[in-house]
């Protein structure tokens, strides 16, 4: 009878050396690593005049965004975050080693949170609410993570990947039918609306990578093409959704700070 395979069994060297072997992974690494450089700078330089509370709390959660991914991209690069997984019986690859890129989960537990946090300071929504929909986006991440790294059943990597779904509705709805009208009662629905189709139509291509990449169907062998799907999305995603974000409310404080959130989080906290 074989062991049973063991997860992470590589060394962080070894890791380090295939990605560096592998031009167009290491590539899909390094430019994120550029860009979030570049746009954390960009950022902090876009937000030099910011004043008012709420528009300094909308541009403080965006700036996070740019310094995760450049910690997060960072670990990848390095072989900190970077596995290798042999897959279970009835998958395409079964008993291949795949490399396994988890660190990109931990990324996004941190990052997106960020980005709705923006959104939701964005359109004043109900406090209440934002945590909620935040909590539901890191359940999404956490139980993406279980799919991408189980090896015990194919099953259960599609079970982790439904649940990993059905939270992500619970954003989209939100996102869709529950903020554009707190948006437009702050009189920030123009951005908004703009925000949110840019946010929902690349946040949905990240499982579609999932389900035809390497850590699902496998329909796309290769780690250096699916990395670099993912790595596109980010860009779009994070470094181009903070920076239309940051250019409107640096111009626009004035009705960033007459939506009220701030001082309905003050009332709340008083009446406690």
Not at 3 to 12: D, M
Not at 47 to 64: Q, Y
Not at 200 to 225: D, K, N, T
Request: hydrophobic fraction near 55%.
């Amino acid at each position: 009878m074989s062991p049973a395979p063991i997860l992470f069994q590589a060394t962080q060297s070894d890791a380090y050396q295939a990605i560096q072997d592998d031009i167009l992974l290491s590539s899909s690494l390094w430019v994120n690593i550029a860009l979030a450089g570049l746009a954390a700078l960009a950022f902090v330089y876009m937000g030099r005049n910011v004043e008012d509370s709420r528009a300094k709390l909308i541009w403080g959660a965006t700036l996070m965004i740019p310094l995760v991914s450049i910690s997060s991209y960072t670990g990848l690069v390095s072989g900190l975050t970077v596995g290798f997984i042999e897959m279970p019986a009835g998958h395409a690859l079964a008993g291949e080693e795949v490399m396994s890129q988890w660190g990109r989960y931990l990324t996004w537990a941190l990052s997106t949170p960020m980005i709705l946090l923006a959104l939701g300071l964005l359109a004043d929504v109900d406090l209440g609410d934002l945590f909620a929909v935040i909590a539901a986006d890191i359940g999404m991440c956490i139980t993406g993570l279980a799919a991408a790294l189980i090896t015990s059943s194919l099953a259960l990597r599609w079970v982790f990947y439904a649940i990993s779904c059905a939270f992500f509705v619970v954003v989209l709805y939100a996102i869709l039918v529950e903020w554009p009208a707190d948006a437009a009662e702050a009189g920030t629905d123009e951005i908004f609306g703009t925000l949110r189709m840019l946010t929902v139509v690349l946040w949905l291509g990240y499982p579609v990578v999932w389900a035809v990449g390497v850590e699902g169907l496998a329909l796309v062998q290769s780690v250096g093409v699916t990395s670099w799907a993912y790595s596109a999305l980010d860009i779009g995603a994070k470094y181009l959704f903070s920076f239309l974000l940051l250019r409107w409310v640096a111009a626009n404080q004035r009705v960033v700070s007459g939506t009220g959130v701030t001082s309905g989080a003050d009332a709340a906290l008083a009446d406690d």
